[in-house]
Every structure is written in structure tokens, then in C-alpha cells.
């Protein structure tokens, strides 16, 4: 069974860089798509990028094209999210989930396999 497991989430200052990962325990993720998602307090949970495993091709919801980068390792068994220029809004709990297929970054249900979440808290 496909399990994600997110880390690098923590407390930054505005306008520093982070670098969250997305680890697949025991499996390859060739053949799925990996989204981020984020949940900010009181708000609903939203997509923030996607990538399909197999062909490293990527999407961005609009708002976050600039700052956000997704990639994946060789083994094709990590998925991380960079972001950078930090700013207090997004302070959030990061959740990876993994779906058969390809990226639907804007579709949250349909995504079948999640991870536990990170919490990324930028403040000064």
C-alpha cells in the first residue's frame, strides 16, 4: 500500500526559502501524479502544484507560478516543493497525495493517497 510521508516543514522568516519532501515508502511513483496541497487555518484546503512522475511535466495553480518549483528525485520515489520568498500567507499545514494518472491539481478529490502534512509557519 502506498504510504507519503511529508518533511521540512518548520518556522521561517519572511522572505527565506524552504524545501518540503514527499517520500513514497517502499514504492516507485512512476505512473502517478504528485500534488501539493495547502491548508491555511480556517480556510479550505487548495492545490499548489503538481507533477507527473513518469515525464516531470509540472503545473501551478496561477497564483503561485513564481515563488513555487516541483521536481522529483532519479528513483522517482520523492517529490519536492520549493518555494521561496516566504511570505505569512503561506503559513499553512503542506500535504502531499498521490493519484493514479495525471495531474488534476485543481480537483483535491480526486486524489486517493496522502501524507500526514507539514506545517510551514513563516513569521518574524
Known amino acids: 500500500q502506498l504510504q507519503l510521508v511529508e518533511s521540512g516543514g518548520g518556522l521561517v522568516q519572511p522572505g527565506e526559502s524552504l524545501t518540503l519532501s514527499c517520500a513514497a515508502s517502499?514504492?516507485?511513483?512512476?505512473?502517478?501524479?504528485i500534488g501539493w496541497f495547502r491548508q491555511a487555518p480556517g480556510k479550505k484546503r487548495e492545490g499548489v502544484s503538481c507533477?507527473?512522475?513518469?515525464?516531470?511535466?509540472?503545473s501551478y495553480t496561477d497564483s503561485n507560478k513564481s515563488r513555487f518549483t516541483i521536481s522529483r528525485n532519479s528513483a522517482k520515489d520523492t517529490v519536492f516543493l520549493k518555494i521561496n520568498s516566504l511570505r505569512p500567507e503561506d503559513t499553512a499545514v503542506y500535504y502531499c497525495?498521490?493519484?493514479?494518472?495525471?495531474?488534476?491539481?485543481?480537483?483535491?478529490?480526486?486524489?486517493?493517497?496522502w501524507g500526514q502534512g507539514t506545517q510551514v509557519t513563516v513569521s518574524s
Open positions: 497525495a498521490a493519484r493514479w494518472g495525471r495531474c488534476l491539481i485543481r480537483y483535491p478529490e480526486n486524489y486517493t493517497t
Open positions: 517502499g514504492f516507485s511513483l512512476d505512473r502517478y501524479a
Open positions: 507533477i507527473n512522475v513518469d515525464d516531470e511535466t509540472t
